[in-house]
């Protein structure tokens, strides 16, 4: 398969890939790119992977949780926003509409990697322990103490919407 | 809430947050050029690190040069520290091939005795080398590496008694070479010089 084949077939789902994992639609193209860029340099090796988008794949996620280590990810804010200049965001919607959305913000980087994995790339445990380099039961106990954060969230804004 | 429940809305809301990106159709053009600006900015770094390096090294050998003690002539026979680093010129089989007439040796205080042969050294830039000790015919091989390491064999020679020349107790023994202009000086392991010759005109 060659680089352009790849990309046309699977650029879009890394794209995605990254907006579910940061939230950001500005970084999840970035990470794709990133990932794109590293995987063309290496593109002889990446072709004759046993699976190249499981490649690539890693790439990103190895990116996003480098790029959520650096003192910079947590961008500071601009004084002043120009709201004619401002370009909509997909994700706002999705903000708005669900907490779900929201709650998983509030989870650590690879919290979230890990279920992104888990429930949007449908990985089982043994993939996911392989591309993010630990131990299938330290996907699992990241996955469990995360659903519990969520379900713990969930709870406290339902009984705020009752009480409101 | 179950599990199946939250990890259901899960999925939900992944799928949802997904199909929000909008399409992206130059992927390929910003990967493939920004890789190679990467590549090129890696080159241009590798470039200018080997630049300053050069640099450095050649303005640390000037330093080395403008500090130590101009060398006077020294008398034949007696040896003479010079420091290995030393190293004016790019040393290589190519830039020290040529014939060789020897100036001083560690030791040797008879070196301008008249003898039946010019003892001569003479380099090839192919890793061979050849001459006379001033009675007999001498060859062997011999290696440069990049900093001035020398290696050299000695190849079968006849045994006529003379006041040899003792080109090939100097080959054997040298551990590193270094070319000043038109002086080519061995040295041994701990910097000592060991001989230095002359280029024949």
């Known amino acids: ?164 | 809430m179950s599990n199946t429940d939250l990890e259901d809305d899960l999925r939900a809301t992944l799928d949802r947050a997904a199909a929000s990106v909008p399409p992206v159709t130059d992927l390929t053009e910003r990967a493939t050029t920004g890789a190679r600006q990467a590549q090129r900015r890696t080159w241009i770094a590798s470039g200018a690190a080997a630049v300053a390096v050069a640099a450095i090294a050649i303005v640390g050998v000037n330093v080395a040069g403008r500090d130590a003690p101009s060398q006077s002539p020294v008398a034949a026979g007696t040896a003479s520290a010079t420091p290995s680093a030393k190293v004016q010129s790019q040393v290589s089989p190519q830039s020290v091939a040529g014939t060789w007439r020897p100036v001083e040796m560690d030791g040797l205080k008879t070196l301008k005795a008249a003898r039946p042969e010019d003892p001569v050294l003479v380099l090839l830039p192919d890793g061979t080398w050849n001459g006379s000790d001033g009675c007999n015919g001498l060859q062997g091989t011999y290696t440069i590496g990049q900093r001035g390491e020398f290696t050299a064999t000695v190849g079968p020679q006849r045994m006529v008694g003379c006041e040899n020349v003792p080109h090939t107790g100097v080959l054997k023994t040298a551990k590193r070479v270094a070319l000043d202009a038109d002086t080519l000086r061995f040295f041994a392991t701990d910097g000592r010089q060991l001989a230095s010759y002359a280029r024949a005109r």
């Open chain 1, 1 to 164: 398969m060659e680089f352009e084949e790849y990309v046309s077939a699977r650029g879009q789902e890394l794209v995605r890939l990254g907006f579910t994992v940061s939230g950001d639609y500005q970084r999840a193209e970035d990470l794709a790119q990133i990932a794109l860029m590293q995987a063309f340099r290496a593109w002889r090796k990446v072709r004759t992977a046993d699976d190249p988008h499981n490649y690539v794949r890693r790439i990103l996620i190895n990116a996003y949780l480098s790029m959520t280590r650096r003192r910079s990810f947590t961008e500071a804010p601009t004084a002043e926003l120009d709201a004619e200049r401002t370009v909509p965001d997909p994700a706002t919607d999705i903000v708005n509409s669900d907490d779900l959305w929201r709650s998983l913000a509030r989870l650590s980087a690879r919290e979230r990697v890990v279920l992104v994995l888990r429930y949007y790339q449908d990985l089982d445990d043994h993939t996911i322990a392989d591309l993010l380099g630990i131990k299938p039961s330290s996907v699992r106990a990241t996955a469990s103490r995360a659903l519990a954060t969520l379900r713990r969230t969930r709870q406290s804004h339902r009984v705020d919407e009752r009480l409101s």
